[in-house]
């Protein structure tokens, strides 16, 4: 089964910062990867699927790049509602796999 | 617009066993696969396994494989999972989610507390 890891596990940002998360994949999955914000009490929320591409309804300061093993989420200027916790998951094949979460908090 | 729609919070006793439906509105349902995930308290999202409805072909995270059963009975556009032999450990929010698009459409999330 692919295994996903993401880094860093929590990072503390002000308000219009640039934030980069990096998720990594035990093997290849070309670009079969997505991203997805959560707030407490709250379902996941799709914000980019194939890597890099956006979800409709997503602001534009959310980007996604990579392929094969190394992908990465930029949020290009922190909004406040962009606290939150964000997930990578690859659906590349079956067992279905995310990666353990980055908690973005306010520093 | 797809929407998925959950059944209500459930306290269960150890050993015992809880079905969740999710029900698909606004969609093709045959035709996309139904995930379940699930999230302990203050964890990560953790895929339990899915189903193609049209197929009737179910797939399963080795974690769960021995104690879950998902299916889904097209004519209500509905799927279901099963959980058995619950422990402590199965307290969580129990998610369905659509597989089109990655998973892109989530129901609301299911509270299951497992307690004696």
Redesign the interface.
Known sequence: AIQMSQSPSSLSASVGDRVTITCRASQGIRNDLGWYQQKPGKAPKLLIYAASTLQSGVPSRFSGSGSGTDFTLTISSLQPEDFATYYCLQDHNFPLAFGPGTKVDIK | QVQLVQSGAEVKKPGSSVKVSCKASGGTFSSYAI?W?RQAPGQ????M??IIPMLETA????TFQDRVTITADESTSTAYMELSSLRSEDTAVY?CAR?G????Y????TLVTVSS
Not at chain 2, 44 to 47: D, F, R
Not at chain 2, 101 to 104: A, G, N, S
């Open positions: 995930s995930v990560g999202l953790e895929w396994g899915g797939n399963y995270a080795q998610y597989l698009r990655i998973l892109d989530w129901g609301q999330g």
